[in-house]
């Protein structure tokens, strides 16, 4: 096989190029993020379980008191994680650009690839069998040749293919990237809404 044939066969099955570096830290930052949600949630499930019971209680200003400190460490944990939505919806929106970014670059890449294969087949093609047998080297190198177009023919409908799936593929992560954008609008707004529990009354003392 000569020169050009080998750069082509090179070109044909060269795989996907992706950056994984980039992606592996934007996981972990979720992944930590999830985390602190979740260490977030249980203690906001203990003061409510405190909430609860106290209301259970006979009602005193002790008891009134408790409820209400309880009540504003669960809406300090409530903000936080609140937060925490909105700095992970932060990173899986970057993730998603970057998706994006890389997904439209794979796509000009599997395209000028293809080109490169069709303008390598039409040129096979304008030539006649006889006219590769007398440029080839020996029979054995005729024949490497005949399979590298069947090779390069079979090539144009996987790459065909990939590109269907990585336009699938970013179409998917536009969907997704503008559903974070109005899911962080609305941490957002959530985080700004006001939700101060009611200070305790002093329990009614019976008339003497």
């Known amino acids: ?16 190029i992706t ?13 930590e993020q999830e985390s602190k949600r ?5 203690k906001a499930k203990e003061y409510e379980v405190v909430i609860n019971q106290k209301q259970g209680e006979i009602k005193t200003l002790n008891n009134q008191v408790a409820i209400f400190n309880a009540k504003i460490n669960k809406l300090q944990i409530e903000t936080n994680i609140t937060e925490e939505d909105i700095e992970q919806t ?14 439209e670059e794979d796509i000009g890449s599997q395209k000028d690839n293809l080109a490169k294969i069709i303008q390598t087949i039409a040129e096979f093609d304008r030539t006649s069998q006889m006219e590769m047998i007398l440029a ?9 040749q005949i399979t590298y ?20 593929r970013l179409n998917d992560d536009k969907e997704s990237e503008e559903e974070k954008k109005e899911r962080l609008e609305g941490f957002k707004e959530q985080l700004n809404t006001p939700n101060t529990p009611n200070t305790p009354n002093t329990p009614n003392t019976p008339n003497t």
């Open 90 to 103: 932060k990173l899986e929106i970057l993730q998603l650009e970057y998706g994006i970014e890389e997904a």
């Open 149 to 168: 177009l069947d090779n390069l023919q079979n090539g144009v409908k996987e790459k065909v293919d990939d590109l269907k799936l990585l336009k699938n």
């Open 19 to 31: 950056q994984g570096d980039v992606v592996d830290d934007l996981n972990k930052q979720i992944q």
């Open 136 to 144: 080839s080297e020996s029979i054995s190198d005729f024949f490497n």
């Open 1 to 16: 096989m000569n020169r050009k044939a080998i750069i082509f066969f090179v070109i044909l099955f060269l795989p996907l």
């Open 38 to 42: 979740i260490e977030l949630e249980k």
